[in-house]
C-alpha cells in the first residue's frame, strides 16, 4: 500500500520497497547501505499533480482533517467493511507513512475509521519525523495546461453546390430558405429546416400521407402512401416496360391471436 501511494508521491514514479537502508557496527562503520535507485516513470506527473491536488483536500477539509501537521502533506483514508482494517496513508514532499489499525484475528473494531486512531497516530509521527526538515510543496506539481475554445466556422447561408448544406437549428433574418407566412399559404411561416413547430415540407416532391378522414366509405382506406414519380430525378418513373417499383403494401395475415389485447404491441 505504502509502495502504492508512492507513486504519487513522487510525481508518477513507481519504487521497489525494502526493510533495511543500512546496517552499522558497533563501532559506527557501515556494514550494509542499501543502494538508491531512481523511481522507475509509470504514471503521467499531470495526473498525479491532480490525485495529489485531491488527497490534499482530505487533510485540510475531508475525512482526515486530524492528520493536519500544519505543512503540505496529503492522504487517504480507508475502513473495510464491518470495521475490520482502518487505514490512513499520508505523505510530504520528504516522508511517506502508512498506518492500519485493526484485530490480528481480523474480528471488527469499535467502528473504528481511517480518519480517525490512524490519522492521529500518522499525525504524531510525522510530527517528529517532520521536525527538522523545511517545510515545502511538492517541486515536481504540473500545471494544468492551458485550454482554448475550438474555431467558431460561420457558414454561409446558401451553401456551394460542391460543399454539403450547413444544418443550423437557430432561425435567421436573411436565409434563402426562411419563408415568410404569406409567401406560401400552405406552408405558414418556416424559419430555418429544423424549426420549431415548422409544418412538414410541401411541393411537388412530396405527397402527403392519408389520414383517418381520407377513407372512402365505399372503396375502403387509401392506398400506402408512397413518393410520387419524379421524370428524371433520383425516383423517377418507371418505364413502361417495368413494374411499378412502388406496389401498395399488403396487410399481413392475421391469426386469431392478434385480435387478442395482450398480443396487439
Given at each position: 500500500m505504502a509502495a502504492g501511494y508512492q507513486v504519487f508521491q513522487t510525481g508518477g514514479g513507481r519504487t521497489t520497497p525494502y526493510l533495511i537502508s543500512e546496517v552499522r557496527s558497533t563501532r559506527g562503520d557501515v556494514l550494509y547501505s542499501h543502494a538508491p535507485s531512481a523511481p522507475t516513470p509509470v504514471l503521467d506527473p499531470l495526473y498525479a499533480t491532480r490525485m495529489v491536488s485531491m488527497m490534499k483536500t482530505v487533510i485540510t477539509a475531508g475525512t482526515a482533517r486530524g492528520a493536519d501537521i500544519g505543512r503540505p502533506a496529503a492522504g487517504k483514508t480507508g475502513t473495510s467493511q464491518d470495521w475490520r482494517?482502518?487505514?490512513?496513508?499520508?505523505?510530504?514532499?520528504?516522508?511517506?507513512?502508512?498506518?492500519?489499525?485493526?484485530?490480528?484475528?481480523?474480528?471488527?473494531?469499535?467502528?473504528?475509521?481511517?480518519?480517525?486512531?490512524?490519522?492521529?497516530?500518522?499525525?504524531r509521527f510525522m510530527t517528529v519525523a517532520e521536525k527538522d526538515l523545511p517545510a515545502r510543496d511538492f517541486p515536481w506539481l504540473t500545471a494544468e495546461p492551458a485550454t482554448t475554445p475550438p474555431p467558431t466556422t460561420v457558414a454561409d447561408n446558401v451553401p456551394d453546390q460542391d460543399e454539403p448544406a450547413q444544418m443550423s437549428d437557430t432561425p435567421t433574418q436573411d436565409a434563402a430558405i426562411d419563408r415568410e407566412a404569406g409567401d406560401d399559404p400552405d406552408a405558414g411561416a418556416v424559419r430555418g429546416p429544423y424549426a420549431h413547430g415548422a409544418p412538414y415540407a410541401t411541393g411537388d416532391d412530396y405527397a402527403r400521407a392519408p389520414g383517418p378522414d381520407d377513407a372512402d366509405a365505399e372503396s375502403g382506406p387509401p392506398e400506402h402512401w408512397r413518393p410520387p414519380p419524379r421524370?428524371?430525378?433520383?425516383?423517377?418513373?418507371?418505364?413502361?416496360?417495368?413494374?411499378?417499383?412502388?406496389?401498395?403494401?399488403?396487410?399481413?395475415?392475421?391469426?386469431?391471436?392478434?385480435?387478442?389485447?395482450?398480443?396487439?404491441?
Open positions: 482494517d482502518a487505514w490512513f496513508i499520508g505523505f510530504t514532499p520528504d516522508v511517506l507513512t502508512a498506518v492500519w489499525v485493526g484485530n490480528d484475528n481480523g474480528a471488527p473494531m469499535a467502528k473504528v475509521t481511517g480518519g480517525e486512531l490512524p490519522a492521529a497516530i500518522w499525525k421524370p428524371g430525378g433520383a425516383y423517377g418513373a418507371p418505364p413502361p416496360d417495368q413494374t411499378d417499383p412502388y406496389p401498395p403494401l399488403q396487410a399481413p395475415p392475421q391469426s386469431p391471436a392478434d385480435e387478442a389485447p395482450r398480443y396487439r404491441y
